[in-house]
């Protein structure tokens, strides 16, 4: 919904009415992960995608039914249903979809979500999305660290919700979760889908060189807070980042500790070492090797200035455990030459480790193209 949350508060600001159509669940090589929205507004228009384009059309036919009926839709689409020829999901993964009416009747919290969206608040949305009671059915409450707004139908029901939910917006992690019908842990009936908006994932971006203006433009693209970080003031300056969110003037190892100490760096923070200068790097590199999870940290050099700096990492006492968590020499082997393709190798390690690719050529592997992973 992230994507598509500025077209649907225009429509909402408005007193209009908008079907949302969401992608709940997935399975096999479905294109979409859970979350992915897609809107069909008061004049028929389609904002977003739910499929990549394979069954958009059947779920634009649906969403228009539910905006004038306001009876919430949970369907599935893909190669189980008999149907699967005429809605064909061509990739040949399967995906549920569930559509509900939008509006400030139906959901007057939207604002408070999108304003906590917005400023970088946590906050998770949770959905009925399945419940043989059709009064229970489309219920919403918002989840924040701090407590519910709003119930599903029950306390029982509200307390299962949020200490699951939080679980996943500590993640980042858009989840179907399944209950009893009233909530109870190991029980069958109720289905309800969180959506968790944390703040955006973290790129911390070490030496303030042309590779790192290359490095910070890709990593702004996909989503990520971009800060660049080096110890030396005429280099670290905002006119020669201005992808970045943020440029830091201080020691690596010192301004990391700094974030992991102030609870700033989680399990989505990637790391990019662009120093080659075992000054800066290496305690630095002590430092982000040692934290407990973490994404990705990678380290540029070349194979001699790698060798010497596992040789210096080892003498400060790091595990091979802990140096095994080193992506060095930074990125694929892509053949990048220059800043910007270099930066496009070490994002697509970034997007392999993320989502469990190989980094090999499709035309060369076998099986599923995407992997059962869990969504961040």
């Known amino acids: 919904m992230r994507?598509?949350?500025?077209?649907?508060?225009?429509?909402?600001?408005?007193?209009e009415t908008v079907a949302v159509a969401t992608v709940v669940a997935t399975f096999q090589s479905a294109p979409r992960p859970p979350g992915a929205s897609m809107l069909v507004g008061p004049d028929d228009a389609a904002v977003g995608s739910v499929s990549g384009g394979c069954v958009e059309g059947a779920v634009y036919e649906v969403a228009r039914e539910v905006a004038a009926s306001g009876v919430p839709e949970l369907n599935r689409y893909g190669v189980s249903d008999d149907d699967a020829f005429a809605v064909g999901l061509t990739c040949g993964g399967i995906l549920d979809v569930f559509?509900?009416?939008?509006?400030?009747?139906?959901?007057?919290?939207?604002g408070e979500l999108a304003e906590d969206v917005r400023s970088g608040s946590p906050v998770a949305l949770a959905t009925v999305i399945e419940?043989?009671?059709?009064?229970?059915?489309?219920?919403?409450?918002?989840?924040?660290?701090?407590?519910?707004?709003?119930?599903?139908?029950?306390?029982?029901?509200?307390?299962?919700?949020?200490?699951?939910?939080?679980?996943?917006?500590a993640h980042g992690t858009n989840q179907t979760l399944s209950y009893g019908i009233d909530g109870e842990r190991r029980g069958e009936g109720m289905r309800v889908f969180v959506w968790s908006f944390a703040p955006k994932p973290r790129m911390l971006v070490f030496g303030a060189i042309d590779f790192a203006a290359a490095v910070a433009r890709v990593g702004a693209f996909l989503g990520?807070?971009?800060?660049?970080?080096?110890?030396r003031p005429v280099f670290a300056t905002n006119s020669r980042f201005p992808s970045a969110d943020e440029v830091v003037v201080d020691w690596p190892h010192r301004f990391l500790t700094q974030e992991v100490e102030a609870g700033r760096i989680d399990q989505r923070t990637v790391i990019t070492v662009l120093t080659h200068d075992p000054k800066f790097d290496?305690?630095?590199l002590e430092v982000a090797l040692r934290l407990p999870d973490i994404a990705y940290v990678g380290a540029m050099g070349s194979r001699r200035t790698h060798?010497?700096?596992?040789?210096?990492?080892?003498?400060?006492?790091?595990?091979?455990?802990?140096i095994a968590r080193l992506s060095s020499p930074i990125g694929l082997d892509l053949g990048a030459r220059t800043p910007e393709e270099t930066a496009i190798s070490i994002a697509a390690e970034i997007i392999a480790g993320r989502w469990g690719g190989s980094g090999e050529r499709l035309?060369?592997?076998?099986?599923?193209?995407?992997?059962?992973?869990?969504y961040r």
Do not use: N
């Open 3 to 15: 994507d598509v949350l500025d077209d649907l508060m225009k429509w909402w600001d408005a007193g």
């Open 99 to 110: 559509v509900e009416k939008v509006s400030k009747e139906t959901f007057p919290e939207l």
């Open 131 to 169: 419940h043989p009671d059709p009064e229970i059915l489309g219920r919403r409450v918002l989840i924040r660290p701090e407590g519910v707004k709003g119930s599903l139908g029950s306390s029982r029901m509200d307390d299962a919700v949020h200490d699951d939910a939080l679980g996943l917006l």
């Open 224 to 231: 990520y807070h971009v800060t660049v970080c080096d110890a």
């Open 282 to 284: 290496v305690p630095l």
């Open 307 to 322: 060798d010497d700096r596992l040789a210096r990492l080892r003498e400060a006492g790091l595990t091979e455990e802990e």
């Open 363 to 374: 035309a060369v592997t076998h099986g599923r193209i995407h992997q059962d992973v869990e």
